[in-house]
């Protein structure tokens, strides 16, 4: 009886001393929304960029509205991608 309260106590030191090192792990790093935040702020501002230039050439060119927002949608992603995965890459 005596050893399997040493065992618990034991256990419970062990469960605490792990909770404790999680807990102060996550502490010190940047967290995950705050990552996601700066990065998001990062895209939304090139890509913002990219729409309005290529959106007043569209309708400058004489496009409609829609056909413009289309076109500006797809080409300023497809950019943007192809930008983020060439950066992966080197």
Not at 40 to 46: H, K
């Amino acid at each position: 009886m005596e050893a399997s309260k040493k065992l618990v106590a034991i256990f419970l030191v062990c469960i605490v001393m792990v909770s404790s090192s999680v807990h102060v792990s996550m502490a010190e790093g940047e967290s995950n929304t705050e990552k996601f935040k700066k990065a998001f702020t990062a895209v939304a501002a090139e890509y913002t960029v990219c729409y309005n230039i290529c959106q007043k050439l569209c309708s400058d060119a004489g496009f409609g509205y829609t056909h413009c927002e289309m076109k500006c949608d797809e080409d300023c992603t497809a950019r943007l991608l192809k930008d983020r995965l060439q950066n992966m890459k080197n």
